[in-house]
């Protein structure tokens, strides 16, 4: 079984409105990541939150981790059209050796 | 764009042929990794290369094989390609294992009629 589970699986919302997405996982990790990968392209690393990180910001995208509940969200705020994409958490297990396990992805639509 | 190049980007062939995918980077990162993405399951590792010769296998190892004689090649074989092979495959690399990011090639599109 996945051992990410995206929330989600696809949500639409209007340019310049926030978009927030969850990831639930079921074994101890080291870290967790975020990719984004658009239509015919291979994904794009967006953030790494390690497990004793609560939060991490990178320009519009925040990332928060809660390993008491096995959850992290990443919230992208004022969307554009240019996010419209898939948007993928991959978890690195602690007994997993240096492998991602990864979610099925949410698929967010920007409408202009 | 990290140096990583798929080849080939699209191929089609018959059941029961052999197939081999190729990876090749100009990163020198130690970790290469095939996954598989389908609708529906997200991405699934099939093999991944830790060192020259390193090799272990995924989640979804089963008819496939690698083989990485120098770093900045891993190939992928499938030696009698089913229809239910078909899918897109992605290679990735990362200099620290899942320490680090991993960085993708932009996928090879197989099918298999």
């Known amino acids: 079984s996945q051992q990410g589970e995206e929330d989600p699986q696809a949500l639409s919302i209007q340019e310049g409105e926030n978009a927030t997405m969850n990831c639930s996982y079921k074994t101890s990790i080291n870290n967790l990541q975020w990719y984004r990968q658009n239509s015919g392209r291979g994904l794009v690393h967006l953030i790494l939150?390690?497990?004793?990180?609560r939060e991490k910001h990178s320009g519009r995208l925040r990332v928060t981790l809660d390993t008491s509940k096995k959850s992290s969200s990443l919230l992208i705020t004022a969307s554009r059209a240019a996010d419209t994409a898939s948007y993928f958490c991959a978890t690195a297990v602690i007994q997993g050796a240096q492998k991602l396990v990864f979610g099925q992805g949410t698929r967010l639509t920007i409408n202009p | 764009d990290a140096g990583i190049t798929q080849s080939p980007r699209h191929k089609v062939t018959e059941t029961g042929t052999p197939v081999t995918l190729r990876c090749h980077q100009t990163?020198?990162?130690?970790?290469m990794y095939w996954y598989r993405q389908d609708p529906g399951h997200g991405l699934r590792l099939i093999h991944y290369s830790y060192g020259v010769k390193d090799t272990d296998k995924g989640e979804v190892s089963d008819g496939y094989s690698v083989s990485r004689s120098k770093t900045e090649d891993f190939l992928l074989t499938l030696e009698s390609a089913t229809s239910s092979q078909t899918s897109v495959y992605f290679c990735a690399i990362s200099d620290q294992g899942s320490n680090q990011p991993q960085h993708f090639g932009d996928g090879t599109r197989l099918s298999i009629l």
């Open positions: 990163e020198n990162h130690r970790y």
């Open positions: 939150i390690r497990s004793n990180e």
